[in-house]
């Protein structure tokens, strides 16, 4: 059976495990909710400068997200 490699941790993970494929990038399910609030969201901009967005409430990575921007948040505070 053939294993893939995941882009972000560098693991190799079976078919199962694996959450995202485009091209040559490949993510497992361990790495797929800070691969999708880093490069895949298209809200999260918005959501760091207007806020919350509506549709983020029913996203499935909202509470990565959450700590995502959050940890944003601690970054520039310590400039
Ligand atoms: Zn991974």
New binding site residues.
């Given amino acids: 059976m053939s294993t893939f490699r995941?882009s972000?941790?560098g693991?190799e993970?079976r078919f199962i495990d694996v959450a995202y494929v485009h091209r040559d990038v490949v993510?497992?399910r361990?790495?797929m909710p800070k691969y999708y609030v880093r490069y895949l969201c298209r809200a999260i901009s918005k959501r760091i400068s207007e806020g919350e967005q509506p549709a983020c409430r029913y996203c499935r990575y909202y509470d990565e997200c959450t700590r995502y921007i959050r940890g944003l948040r601690d970054k520039t505070s310590d400039k």
Avoid: F, K, P
């Fill in positions: 995941c972000v941790c693991r993970v993510v497992c361990d790495c």
